[in-house]
């Protein structure tokens, strides 16, 4: 069956879900051949969810000490076994996080809908294993053992405040790593206030390919995060440092939906300067928010995040003139 439209990705969105910056994806590409997308009418390149799942490999291999020269021209299957030895390796000297077994994502399944995509998921990936299949989440911490689920996907027709709530219990409680809600219908500010290292938000119908990729993004996630010892990050948190105040952090001058607006708007004239800046901005943004909130575990962190939030403040700032000023010489208006 040929892909369509809908399930190519453009680099932008590759980024986020690898890993991989498009500049070091653009020279992966150039110098060793890693993938080869297809290209859109306007030359953007166009990535389908097998690469996708390639690149993921290939960074979780280049994370872990092997060149990209030495794996570029690895098979999948190649790449999966290696992938497979890289994390048992870790597991068995304890990098891993203590309730992931060999490098294997025990997810466990809430609703009935959603089974069959998951099942099929983990019956292509062999780091995936279900570990239950519940018809809600009382039967899931009543069933389950803590500790027994890394992941945890469920279904939800709505999705409401009351229910964001409840799998964030069900997180706590089960101490479970990271959720995936597959959900039809939502408001805006339910989904989008979440964050996505504990709660990602999938609109329903979802496919296999969709879920499986949800559930890579979550392995990489464990080995970004299982080099920290336990023990280590809990007394770093009882520490506390105070970030220097600035007081130079200027207000936003437009919102995430402004900035959507405008991508929407942009897309139908001939310019595509205010698409690009929307973009940029929406970038900064999040980066601005990041680093915000990014934790600090000594004095020099508290000062270096600050002046990465001031700075890339400063820069969104200058940015968001930037395109005022483009919009005002292309008569938009938001």
Known sequence: MEDTEDEY??????AR????????????????????????????????????????????????????????????????????????????DGNLENHAPAGICRISVVGKLIRNAV???????PALSIVGEFADLTALTESLKEGASDLLIIESETLFPEDVAAIREAIEQQTIRRAIVVYRFARDNVVKPLDIRKITALRAPVD?????????????????????????????????????????????????DQLIRISD?????????????????????????????????????????????????????RMEAALSKVLVEEGIEV
């Open 9 to 14: 990705f453009e680099i932008s969105a590759v």
């Open 17 to 92: 879900l690898t890993g991989i910056s498009p500049h070091v994806l653009r020279v992966w590409e150039r110098r060793y051949g890693v993938v080869q997308p297809n290209r859109s009418e306007n030359q953007r390149r166009k990535y389908s969810q097998p690469d996708i799942q390639r690149l993921s490999l290939l960074k979780t291999l280049v994370d872990n000490g092997h060149s990209i020269g030495s794996v570029a021209e690895l098979s999948m299957d190649q790449l999966s076994e290696r992938v497979e030895n890289v994390l048992a390796s870790r597991a068995d």
């Open 119 to 125: 099942r099929e998921a983990a019956d292509k990936a």
């Open 208 to 256: 296999a390919s969709e879920i499986q990729l949800a559930c890579i993004a979550d392995v990489q996630l464990a080995l970004r995060s299982g080099e920290k010892n336990r023990d280590a990050e809990a007394e770093a948190k009882d520490q506390k440092f105070e970030r220097p105040n600035t007081g130079n952090i200027p207000e936003r001058a437009f919102s995430d």
């Open 265 to 317: 708007i942009s897309s139908v004239v001939k310019c595509e300067c205010p698409q690009h800046l929307a973009s940029l901005l929406a970038s900064l943004s999040a980066f601005e928010s990041y680093s915000e909130q990014c934790e600090d575990r000594s004095p020099g962190d508290a000062k270096l995040h600050a002046y990465l939030h001031e700075t890339t403040a400063d820069c969104r700032s």
